[in-house]
């Protein structure tokens, strides 16, 4: 599975953003993909998982109501529509896949997108 992300950029504190995760190769109706997060010197977090069969999303509560995620099964594409943003969203997001069910640890996902900056202003 190859994994494209997309959409970042500056903005504003309180602007909004989309990324998209394009997924190629080998999918399947059976797998998760989950977005992450990783701000200068700190590890790597959990923003939000969906599973592609449309089972269920988990956010992490620091986005919670503030983000949504979305797929287009036609395109195998899913997006993260980032509203409200605030500097401490500032970071390179990944989207990432793996079979099986939702998970906030980004060891259990095998496939990895190359990331894309987001960069919030004060």
């Known amino acids: 599975v190859q994994l494209q992300a997309s959409g970042g950029g500056l903005v504003q504190a309180g602007g909004y953003l989309r990324l998209s995760c394009a997924a190629s190769?080998?999918?399947?109706?059976?797998?998760?993909m989950g977005w992450f997060r990783q701000a200068p010197g700190k590890e790597r977090e959990f923003v939000v998982a969906i599973n592609w069969n449309g089972g269920g999303v988990d956010y992490a509560d620091s986005v919670k109501g503030r983000f949504t995620i979305s797929k287009d099964n036609a395109k195998n594409t899913v997006y993260l529509q980032m509203a409200s943003l605030k500097p401490e969203d500032t970071a390179v997001y990944y989207c990432?896949?793996?079979?099986?069910?939702?998970?906030?640890?980004?060891?259990?996902?095998?496939?990895w997108g190359q990331g894309t900056l987001v960069t919030v202003s004060s």
């Open positions: 990432a896949a793996r079979y099986g069910v939702r998970s906030h640890y980004p060891k259990h996902y095998r496939y």
């Open positions: 190769g080998r999918t399947s109706s059976n797998y998760v």
